[in-house]
């Protein structure tokens, strides 16, 4: 998926404030869950829930006010519990490697624990385990 960089996700020095690119992430994630079917609101409905617990980022260089980023997730580990996700945000022109993160996503009931992720996500984010470009 394709990101703009606007005024206000930058610092005082006109570049992407650290925080948001875990924002860029996330949405990438989300959209990746959508390409495979899964809306987590439907889900949430049926008191499935996510919790990240490990992110780990490495950053690289900076974007910058204006610049049109791509980021890119793919799903690197599916276990009874958790999903491991990989995004790398680059520049959509010149295609270069900006930042990367890795996270971990705990599946949960509504009081925050454990459970084992259903059987039919398990099956939709496994379909398609090449890199899925969200």
Do not use: W
């Amino acid at each position: 998926m394709n990101i703009r960089v606007y005024y206000e996700d930058t610092d005082c020095g006109n570049m992407v404030y650290y925080a948001n690119y875990l924002c860029y992430m996330e949405r990438s994630r989300t959209e990746l869950l959508r390409e495979r079917g899964i809306n987590l609101r439907d889900y949430h409905d049926q008191n499935i829930f996510f919790g990240v617990v490990d992110v780990h980022v490495k950053y690289r260089a900076p974007a910058r006010y204006d610049d049109l980023l791509s980021v890119e997730s793919t799903i690197t580990r599916i276990a009874s519990l958790l999903i491991e996700i990989r995004s790398d945000i680059r520049l959509a022109d010149s295609h270069k490697l900006l930042v990367t993160g890795e996270v971990k996503l705990v599946c949960m009931d509504e009081k925050g624990k454990a459970r084992k992720i259903p059987p039919e996500m398990v099956r939709r984010l496994e379909e398609g385990n090449a890199a899925i470009r969200c």
